[in-house]
């Protein structure tokens, strides 16, 4: 086992950023995985029902990577130092058959399992996070879900199709490997399609926080509650990019005005230490509808906090002083 | 009469939202307006004195529309179920000569008038609103007007002109068509041309709630306060884009840093149920000064909103369960 | 039957241009096609395998061909004066499923098939095209065609998948749809997957004019050899947007430098007069990669000019005087 | 009578090219005209029937003529050397009313005429034309006239105006301030609202090149068409930027593909020495629908060697050696 | 000396605010500074060390200033009538000796010291506001500065350089220019290269506020803090854009999420009445990362307001009743 | 030594286009160009006089070039065939000094030099091709070079900086690298800031193609004057993109309208087959200038053209059978 912090970034001091092909955050190309703690990778899949663009997400993302700094604005320890982390490529795709997708992601996925290695991704579309549940995770030990998103996932199917951007949640817990109870999905908001479309959500007892939710309970109660539904127990990260307000992550297929500010969720991801994260992803930045790329660099910032956290837990697993 | 639900926009779980022509919610298209109760129409005239383009508000917020799903984020009753709701097309307008213009839409509006059918527009600039008054108000029973926007528009005249963007609120109450005391104008700050420039608001006494005034009663006095100002009677509501912040709503002639957010918006839109509306618009959406579309997209959910505490009303006066 | 110009588009001089809901043409919108003899419709339908977008094709499309006055620049009569011209609306797609959407496609032009309708749409990608003839024609009377494109698109299967934008030619010449002798395809050019990527065209007798023997023949021949080629058969003519050089028409997924400029398509389309079209298509107009819609203004000029030289003919076969 | 070359544009080599107010071509603002021999000004006005925007070119014309430099691209002087060429600022306008905004701008080049101060103007829409003729020429003396379009531009009116962009060289003509039969219009083309559009210029002998004209003739027989209809009187210019292709200039109201490229305009305006230029102008960029701003560019590349004509034709009538 | 109130603006209800060539407010443009208080200029000037772009700043911050009427939005009085306010164009610059550039720009200042010329800058990048300080200021009279920013700007060197956009509290303080215990940076956040980077900070007793103070102090407590810090003496304001959210300010070279709201400067620059100013700049404004133009648009607004706080005090200073 | 073909791009038939970090033509990434013949870099080197950008030219040339397939337009083999092809990352450079940059660009290609690999590099702004020079060539053997470009790049200094984008031809001459009888420089066009311009080309003995050379040679007599002008002997190719048509290639500091179409740029490149080419570069793509893209697509196209003639060359020098 390699030791922590033999993999870096590229320099920022000496080879400035604009420069050198992007990698997620400037970390070495390694597709093999070899020696990684955490692999950083893309998922570039998408199976849009309106506005699409997602599956170029992971292109831009490392582009506006380029942009992170090797420490988080608050602490002093850079995950960079703790656990060796690695751009590995992207989760193989088929563009035109969706169920081979979803079949060669979840085969990428279950890999990193078997070898120990804990996945942060890209997406894509929300529905590249079934095919990564199906290869990360077991039924044996079903994990919590800590879910931003303006819409709640949960629909038995769309258009007669049942793995994509909307069904998730449900498929998630159809395959056991999500526990329900441990679910909490924060940010809803928008119109809708249906009057009772929090049905599915109540019946399994999953915990749904609307704006109006987040708004009357105020920052500090919302990451209580947080902790409070995850608990302790092996947990996913799974941020929609559209759970952002839309003034600061505009580029996305379907934005909900009122959401969540870039400030707030940076709040919230930092202070989630400690929780067992087995992975996360960020999805459903469109690049098509992103021109400036604010959407995707507010998402890479995000997706350095959730390093941030996530790094510490890896590391301690590991048996690392940190 | 037609029962209500009668008209129905397009099914977008069987007609994906990118397809179809693009009317508003996709809704029926409806030249005649014939059985419907609350008619969704465009007003495309424009008279800028500066960055115009609100001309081609309504096309764009059309096609932004096909967003918007059939339920409001909260409640659980459509407007669609209750109201027959139909897109009838634009106003008419002379692009060239500037009082054809404004008597073409006031004749449109005072066609709705005696038909009994409630208008919702989508502006074109602020100029559109006087027009839309001449023909749907009657001197006989002035109304009452919640005004959302980032300016006055008292003005006496601009460049020697009496009917435009910035002068309908004189206008409209010289016409005896507006009764100032049940006025009340929400998110007033900017930059301005003369230092006394609220002595009109003064002398007629309106309520003029600046964003400092805003910011002091803070979120649910200010809906107090329009409810107290409004009272029972008959209420017509206009809401230029620009009383939003650019943030979230970029595209439009005159922004103003510093203004009402999109969640608030939205919370304040979805109070004012059971105000007595007779009519309502949205405007200055300029699409030439709104690449993404996001400030289209943000006014159409904003629009939605209204319908929603519009369409209840409605029904009730038509004596309709709800 | 109604008498041919019964059916015209909005007056653009008593209603702007930028006014009303956007139909092709501003055509009337009749979505059962009742009195119809061309058929404008939306074919609204991507399945990429690299940038997409071309779902949003029609809408767009729509909006640009408000632009579009009632007569070509040449000649003096209006197709919509001969025919009864109207937008039918789009083919039913599911966004989800591709085997849906083919379905579902060939099945409305079917309809149209059987109900002596001509139809001219707007892709989409041209995966839209195969289901459009295995709707609209039948293997009793294979057709000649008139591709304009930068790619061959006779690929056995790409990524597995027998339907898409890089199979139609393939798959109209196994159903016996399509005549190989009478096919010609126009402007090939760009990088290749393969070496040996013309082998089906050739196996089949197919005329292939890449950019180097359009250059060589100059305009004139080019013409004459397409008249040659197709004869006076019934012809489809389906033109994808790569076709035009990317000066021209830059948001499309697959931009080839070096292509046919507008000026030498629009003579070479309003050449081809007295042709029997079946029908035609003009797809790969991605909206998302045309943010100043200079893309799909040309696209629907050069729709507007095949609707100039398909009106006479339509007429003619209905026993109309022209 | 200040010495030729007085007056300078800002050194680029000193100062670069992004710093400093923008003027046109870098030259004084010197809004009195005080010494000047040839006037640039902007005539920021529009009354758009369709597509707007061209009110706002003067600002951007100004902006990306910071790239030009002080010699052409041929020959060996600079206007510069041989007048004094200044920035006299924007003729007066009234934004709302256009009846206002046509005396402001005639009152402006009237006083140009009486002054002997030939101007070089750059649009606004193309309804600035008739104002500029109205205050720059007398019946007394008729000009021929240089006119660039795709439009023909002699309407009898539009929606019931008669001063706008579509009706200038009926006008002009009806005025007398046009000589019909030293006008010719060039790089005709596009879709049109009726068949025989083409009656007042054949009434008035009107020389028109359409683009089938302008690709049979060549380059070099429209250069000499030109010079055998203006011949040796006094001569204006008006550029509308619409009569370029779109692929060089899409940034404009209503742009009609199959245009002249910009090469062949700078070949052609290069040509145009000797002739005596009373005035010109250069007009409908449009700069909201022109976000890169390479319409500007182009446009003020074309003024740019107008000026390079011009220049020699009024320094010899002042007496002044070249 | 001139009176107050000498030198105005371009009347924005005579020449409309698209009209005429752009200066800072549209105030006269006067090269050699003559009889002019308050000096607005343009310091195009950038050395990035990514993302580029800022010495376009002052061309496009001119062009947004346009839409700034002559009053604030609060207070009855305009900065026009109580000090004499002029554009004096760029401080010269060299675009590739950047030591040249420095030489020039603070040669530029000092002439404004000496002449007792109160300066309001444009950048370019923060690079540029040394250079001013060098000009400006005596190390005899250090002064206090108030320092928006997302970044400390308190490196030594970057990649062996000494003056550029992120040394220069580091260069104005060794250079006994700035003292540092009158220093406040608000707004501090972002990813940073280096754990210990605030050491410079406290070494030299320098007051920072990071976001995660700026919330915990609140709006009131920040204002209090920075009249605390910088107190009665001289105070030199630096707004890098970038301090402000990028939901506001997307246009400038890195962008850090959860910043300062413009609601929040706004009303945090207006409560600075009274304070000793002897210069100010904004700066980061990069109009190629900016193409809507709003980052420009909300720094002129920001700068307005600067001036407006600024020019009672200049007043005062002249012995002028304000 | 490998054999040719073991390093490949990635197969876009198994991994689409959209996925996988990005690499130029999706080469592997072999930062120390082990077993490569020809070497695929980056030079993100920009000092620009006026609107810059070029340093952000590799990493957005190596995104579009995910567009571009293995086998050119023309011909049956591929380069990736005949030769060790991959992308060895960006020449080191320094950001904020200069001449730093100049000294570790020419250190990064001395060091191919002497490994004998073969470069194509894509810039940066055109002050990259000295550095380059510097290190790949000596001065025993000066070399040839095809120059495209609308400017001639031969000044002395500007702004009394000797190495830049405008003088790179005087510092290679002068340092007995290029021999100036064996250059030519095609497409030079628009304005000029002196009338004697072409003074040190003539001076010696340098061909120099107009465009209005260029147009009256045609293109083949062009293609002929190249191979009799470099003849047999080494030759660099040097291709700034503002030699291309700005219909073409927009997106670039400095655009001159009527240069050379991509068309006339694909045909000249393919015909170039047998020169002894020592390396190329293409440069002066500015992506914050190109926001479509479009300009790095056909950057990236024609630097796929120049790898289709170079690589036979490399390859026979070799000894490899092709």
């Known amino acids: 086992m390699a030791n922590p912090g033999t993999l870096q970034p590229i320099d920022s001091l000496k080879h400035p950023r604009f420069s050198q092909p992007a990698t997620f955050f400037r970390t070495p190309l390694i597709y093999d995985a070899k020696g990684v703690d955490i692999a950083l990778c893309g998922v570039p899949f998408d199976l849009p029902t309106n506005r699409g663009g997602a599956k170029h997400g992971p292109a831009q993302m490392r582009e506006m990577s380029r942009l992170i700094r090797r420490f988080s604005a608050v602490g002093d320890s850079s995950p960079f130092d703790i656990c060796n982390i690695a751009d590995i490529g992207d989760a193989p795709v088929n563009p035109l058959i969706s169920s081979a997708s979803i079949d060669l992601i979840s085969g990428f996925f279950a890999d990193l399992r078997e070898r120990g290695i804990v996945p942060l991704s890209a997406g894509g579309d929300h529905g590249c996070t079934f095919p990564i549940w199906k290869g990360l995770l077991q039924s044996s030990q079903p994990v919590g879900v800590i879910h931003f998103d303006s819409h709640l996932d949960t629909n038995h199917e769309i258009y007669g199709d049942f793995y994509n951007h909307g ?145 510490p837990v890896v590391a301690a697993k590991k048996g690392r002083k940190t």
């Open 167 to 311: 069904t998730l949640l449900c498929r998630g817990i159809e395959a056991g490997l999500i526990d329900p109870k441990r679910v909490i999905s924060i940010g809803i908001r928008g119109t809708r399609f249906a009057a009772n479309d929090r049905s599915f959500n109540k019946l399994h007892g999953m915990t749904v926080l609307t704006m109006d939710d987040y708004e009357d309970l105020g920052r500090k109660a919302v990451i209580a509650k947080i902790r409070e539904v995850v608990g302790s127990g092996p947990t996913y990260l799974t941020l929609d990019i559209d759970g952002i307000d839309p003034a600061d992550c505009p580029g996305t297929g379907a934005p909900e005005p009122g959401g969540i500010s870039m400030r707030d969720a940076q709040v919230i991801l930092r202070s989630l230490h400690g929780i067992d994260f087995v992975g996360a992803d960020v999805n459903e930045v469109s690049p098509p509808l992103d021109p400036s790329g604010i959407t995707a660099l507010n998402a890479v910032n995000l997706m350095f906090e959730i390093l941030c956290v996530m790094a």
